[in-house]
């Protein structure tokens, strides 16, 4: 028998009921009736400290949606998911990232085998790679040590490697060079190696499948330039590492699979910023550090498996994005770092939540009847303010945003003095931190006609000075941008995810979606290239412009 939709529940009903309580609520009320809103409804752990008391919730809300969380069998499935069940139902599989940062002695044993060890014996590996190519014991065809390290992938294989590097540059050896290559584009690879010598290159090549056109082409690519200028094929061996689940693939392409790094099916690919897919992380920071970003993340797990719910940041911030988005309906988040090194979180967060949760039907196939993953975007905080904030003060949607600030700056700067002034107090972090802090006071409180017309603004000008306020926002704070602190953060955003997944009942671990124009593409191809190719049989929008590209390009 299929279980009762989601919307049928009696504690679903009730979230219902309780929003024609709270959706005229203002922020601005919730707060003044209780002074002690903003310390008490805080959490933190592995860490992190979580302010979610800026969202248009109570007490009352909470438990109703930690009733919901708890009819849907969230702790049960969590278990489930630490203990290896197959809860990736449509690929048939564990989904087990929280292995790969289980600490060296401990077991799991999944299908026979202690994926814990399996997880550990590549890490020593990794890290004995790192090190010879840190030190410079790892020399290329000719003899130069390795100078530039070029990750090429796609998705989840180059997203978590390239998100990781920005965030944790401060850490990373400077006398290497890092390049990120993933669009098909031809220029992506171009520029990433412009000016660089073939013989100081190291290319990882990062592909769960080893099928993915973009990765292989890419990797042709790169073999083929490195040819030309060394050669010789045996210069292989000494540029090429690769990064997959797929060893005949590997040794397909001409990489010895004594230079391959595997991980497992039961990772999914924009969960594996912390297997071998993580290599560029390693050699840009050193194995140590990427342990402890390894601990982050497990202390965030244990800390997700143990906490209870009513402080469990994981289950918080997944169950307050489902209230914002399926009973207040906002249909997106803002993910708005208040770090330049977290430039690339927002597009990495893309990834994890929309193509984990960005799903129509239920696990059994049925039709959802409510609304999935919101659309997750963002920028450095900022940045952002002088752009897309108009919009979120000031627009007709709702944009729940999440701020992320660390409270110690990794690069102090003192604030210039004024003329004049002798001294300076607090540095150029603290104004950042202002305007994280500012922006969150103003979305909740904003400012009413009286204050305005208090200001003595003009009349007509009023109602544009107006901000309505109750605009909701979690605000995440670390004390320091270490790794451990941003494998915490990441494991935050993956167990939340989880979070939803199981409440909404969908498989957070397939991606079909993606398949369908990656299908149509390859075919699609050879028609481009084809003046005598047989007549086109798209629908007429397709078909005008693939004949408009190939008149362009004189075919
Ligand atoms: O976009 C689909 C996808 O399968 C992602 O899930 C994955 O991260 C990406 O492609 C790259 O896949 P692979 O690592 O197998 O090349």
């Given at each position: 028998?299929?279980?009762?939709?989601?919307?049928?529940k009696?504690?679903?009903?009730?979230?219902?009921?309780?929003?024609?309580?709270?959706?005229?609520?203002?922020?601005?009320?919730?707060?003044?009736d209780?002074?002690?809103?903003?310390?008490?409804?805080?959490?933190?752990?592995?860490?992190?400290?979580?302010?979610?008391?800026?969202?248009?919730?109570?007490?009352?809300?909470?438990?109703?949606?930690?009733?919901?969380?708890?009819?849907?069998?969230?702790?049960?499935?969590?278990?489930?998911?630490?203990?290896?069940?197959?809860?990736?139902?449509?690929?048939?599989?564990?989904?087990?990232?929280?292995?790969?940062r289980?600490?060296?002695?401990?077991?799991?044993?999944?299908?026979?085998e202690?994926?814990?060890?399996?997880?550990?014996?590549?890490?020593?590996?990794?890290?004995?790679?790192?090190?010879?190519?840190?030190?410079?014991?790892?020399?290329?065809?000719?003899?130069?040590?390795?100078?530039?390290?070029?990750?090429?992938?796609?998705?989840?294989?180059?997203?978590?490697?390239?998100?990781a590097?920005?965030a944790?540059?401060?850490?990373?050896?400077?006398?290497?060079?890092?390049?990120?290559?993933?669009?098909?584009?031809?220029t992506?690879?171009?520029?990433?190696?412009?000016?660089?010598?073939?013989?100081?290159?190291?290319?990882?090549?990062?592909?769960?499948?080893?099928?993915?056109?973009?990765?292989?082409?890419?990797?042709?690519?790169?073999?083929?330039?490195?040819?030309?200028?060394?050669?010789?094929?045996?210069?292989?061996?000494?540029?090429?590492?690769?990064?997959?689940?797929?060893?005949?693939?590997?040794?397909?392409?001409?990489?010895?699979?004594?230079?391959?790094?595997?991980?497992?099916?039961?990772?999914?690919?924009?969960?594996?910023?912390?297997?071998?897919?993580?290599?560029?992380?390693m050699?840009?920071?050193?194995?140590?550090?990427?342990?402890?970003?390894?601990?982050?993340?497990?202390?965030?797990?244990?800390?997700?498996?143990?906490?209870?719910?009513?402080?469990?940041?994981?289950?918080?911030?997944?169950?307050?994005?489902?209230?914002?988005?399926?009973?207040?309906?906002?249909?997106?988040?803002?993910?708005?770092?208040?770090?330049?090194?977290?430039?690339?979180?927002?597009?990495?967060?893309?990834?994890?939540?929309?193509?984990?949760?960005?799903?129509?039907?239920?696990?059994?196939?049925?039709?959802?009847?409510?609304?999935?993953?919101?659309?997750?975007?963002?920028?450095?905080?900022?940045?952002?303010?002088?752009?897309f904030?108009?919009?979120?003060?000031?627009?007709?949607?709702?944009?729940?945003?999440?701020?992320?600030?660390?409270?110690?700056?990794?690069?102090?700067?003192?604030?210039?003095?004024?003329?004049?002034?002798?001294?300076?107090?607090?540095?150029?972090?603290?104004?950042?931190?202002?305007?994280?802090?500012?922006?969150?006071?103003?979305?909740?409180?904003?400012?009413?006609?009286?204050?305005?017309?208090?200001?003595?603004?003009?009349?007509?000008?009023?109602?544009?000075r107006?901000?309505?306020?109750?605009?909701?926002?979690?605000?995440?704070?670390?004390?320091?941008?270490?790794?451990?602190?941003?494998?915490?953060?990441?494991?935050?955003?993956?167990?939340?995810?989880?979070?939803?997944?199981?409440?909404?009942?969908?498989?957070?671990f397939?991606?079909?979606?993606?398949?369908?124009?990656?299908?149509?593409?390859?075919?699609?191809?050879?028609?481009?290239?084809?003046?005598?190719?047989?007549?086109?049989?798209?629908?007429?929008?397709?078909?005008?412009?693939?004949q408009?590209?190939?008149?362009?390009?004189?075919?």
């Open positions: 028998m299929k279980e009762r939709s989601l919307t049928g009696p504690q679903w009903k009730a979230l219902e009921e309780h929003l024609a309580w709270m959706a005229p609520r203002h922020l601005r009320e919730l707060f003044a209780d002074p002690e809103r903003g310390a008490r409804m805080a959490a933190q752990g592995a860490g992190l400290y979580l302010d979610y008391s800026k969202n248009r919730v109570n007490g009352e809300t909470l438990d109703l949606l930690f009733a919901l969380a708890r009819a849907r069998g969230l702790e049960e499935r969590r278990e489930a998911m630490f203990a290896g069940a197959r809860i990736n139902v449509t690929e048939d599989r564990p989904t087990l990232h929280v292995a790969l289980m600490p060296a002695g401990s077991k799991l044993v999944v299908d026979g202690d994926v814990v060890a399996d997880v550990h014996a590549v890490l020593e590996r990794m890290a004995a790679f790192c090190n010879r190519v840190r030190s410079g014991q790892w020399t290329g065809h000719t003899g130069k040590p390795i100078r530039n390290i070029i990750n090429i992938g796609i998705g989840g294989s180059d997203l978590g490697p390239v998100m590097y920005e944790l540059r401060f850490y990373s050896q400077r006398e290497l060079s890092f390049h990120f290559v993933s669009n098909v584009d031809g992506d690879f171009t520029e990433a190696t412009r000016g660089l010598d073939p013989a100081e290159t190291l290319f990882i090549v990062c592909s769960k499948t080893f099928t993915t056109l973009e990765t292989l082409t890419n990797a042709h690519a790169a073999r083929a330039w490195c040819m030309q200028s060394l050669g010789d094929e045996a210069a292989v061996a000494k540029h090429f590492v690769a990064v997959s689940t797929n060893a005949e693939g590997v040794e397909a392409f001409g990489i010895d699979t004594a230079n391959m790094f595997g991980f497992w099916d039961w990772v999914g690919g924009r969960y594996s910023m912390d297997s071998a897919i993580g290599l560029s992380t050699l840009a920071i050193g194995p140590e550090r990427f342990h402890e970003m390894l601990a982050g993340f497990q202390a965030m797990d244990e800390h997700f498996r143990l906490a209870p719910m009513e402080r469990n940041l994981p289950v918080l911030m997944g169950l307050l994005g489902i209230w914002n988005n399926n009973f207040l309906g906002a249909n997106t988040v803002a993910v708005l770092p208040y770090s330049q090194y977290l430039s690339r979180f927002p597009a990495y967060l893309q990834q994890l939540t929309m193509e984990s949760n960005g799903k129509h039907v239920t696990a059994d196939g049925s039709r959802v009847d409510y609304q999935t993953a919101p659309v997750y975007w963002g920028e450095p905080g900022t940045n952002g303010q002088h752009s904030y108009q919009l979120i003060h000031q627009g007709t949607r709702l944009v729940p945003c999440d701020f992320i600030g660390f409270c110690h700056p990794l690069n102090p700067l003192p604030l210039q003095a004024e003329a004049g002034a002798d001294t300076v107090a607090g540095d150029q972090h603290d104004l950042l931190i202002a305007n994280l802090l500012a922006q969150g006071e103003s979305l909740a409180f904003g400012k009413t006609p009286a204050q305005v017309e208090a200001e003595g603004t003009a009349d007509a000008l009023q109602a544009h107006v901000f309505d306020g109750n605009r909701p926002s979690n605000t995440i704070l670390a004390d320091r941008l270490t790794p451990h602190a941003l494998g915490s953060l990441v494991a935050l955003y993956e167990h939340s995810v989880f979070v939803q997944g199981t409440l909404w009942n969908i498989d957070s397939d991606q079909w979606g993606v398949e369908l124009g990656k299908q149509l593409a390859t075919p699609l191809a050879e028609e481009l290239k084809a003046k005598d190719a047989p007549a086109l049989t798209h629908d007429s929008s397709t078909n005008t412009l693939i408009r590209y190939r008149a362009v390009r004189g075919r």
